[in-house]
């Protein structure tokens, strides 16, 4: 990240937080599978309710067989950058569970929550490892659904582009200018003390 980011701190945090971001120019670097599965352990620590750990994981390596499969089920859009990127994730969570000490399977109100707590997880370690991802939503969540062989009880949440920051002049004119990192609301227009305010 340069030393013109516009991100920078109001109050002291570890330096991964403002570090992390989402480009969409990528190298097309290979990603091994030890590298991307180490990746993917960071996720598995994630806090969840009733430790249920919902999110699940499917993903494409650059040069596998299911990399175009994975690929196809983008919108055009992502697609036309995601192509760079070293791997692709579809992120899941399980919308029912069986509390401790049941069998019966009911609805897992926090499964989304959850699965954007392992989200958060992922792309942290990523970044730490030298990599970054690019989360999206644009994506054909039925063809996702029927392409990956996902159950009815699994919701599809998201897909995750993970690579190498690459050079940003391959992406469209349009987007070159957004190749940064982008800044976030003041902590006072997000939190409030007792009672919601707007």
Do not use: C
């Not at 109050?11 to 403002?18: A, E, G, L, S």
């Not at 054909?140 to 582009?161: G, M, V």
């Not at 002049?169 to 006072?188: D, F, I, N, V």
Request: aromatic residues 10%; without cysteine.
């Amino acid at each position: 990240m340069s030393d013109s980011s516009p991100r920078v701190a109001e109050h002291p945090i570890d330096p991964q937080f403002i570090s992390r971001w989402s480009p969409r120019a990528f190298t097309s670097e290979e990603i091994t599978e030890p590298a991307l599965l180490a990746i993917l352990e960071a996720a598995r620590w994630a806090p969840s309710a009733y430790n249920a750990q919902p999110w699940r994981f499917v993903f494409a390596r650059r040069g596998t067989p299911q990399w175009t499969t994975l690929l196809g089920l983008l919108n055009d859009f992502n697609r036309s950058w995601a192509e760079n990127a070293s791997a692709l994730v579809i992120v899941l969570s399980k919308t029912t569970f069986a509390a401790p000490g049941t069998t019966e399977e009911k609805p897992f109100p926090t499964h989304s929550f959850d699965a954007g707590s392992a989200w958060g997880y992922l792309a942290l370690q990523a970044t730490l490892s030298g990599w970054h991802t690019h989360g999206m939503a644009g994506f054909d969540k039925e063809k996702t659904r029927h392409d990956l062989a996902i159950p009815a009880d699994f919701a599809i949440e998201a897909a995750i582009a993970i690579g190498k920051i690459g050079d940003k002049t391959t992406l469209p004119a349009g987007l070159q200018g957004r190749e940064a990192p982008s800044p976030r609301l003041p902590l006072s227009a997000l939190v409030s003390e007792g009672v919601f305010q707007a």
